[in-house]
């Protein structure tokens, strides 16, 4: 558990640092607008792009975060003996997604599925 946290917080650390670039960015791409250039021309840039990506790496970095959090906080509240229903219940998803991370804890993301 305390490993998932570490990963997360370190996670949340590096949005934070990134979090400046999006915001410059996005910046960018009001102020081409506001000075009239068109939809076609300001997400053809550069930085447009940029944005699209930075955005998309960030939620893909905090949603393997979460994954990873997600499965820790299953694995400890069930070893400690809660029931499935009542770990669904404190994170909010169903008893059947409760057991699917807690067989993802019990096999490796890079274990050959089948």
Partial sequence: MLDALDAMTSALRELTRRTEGMLAQAELVAALRDEGSSWDEILFRDGARRLTAMLSDSTETLGRANS?????????????????????????????????????????EDAPQG
């Fill in 68 to 108: 990873e959090f997600r499965r820790a906080q299953a694995s400890v509240l069930y070893s400690h003996g809660l029931s499935m229903e009542r770990i669904g219940k404190l994170l909010g998803i169903s008893r059947q997604r409760v057991a699917i991370l807690l067989k993802a804890v019990d096999e490796p």
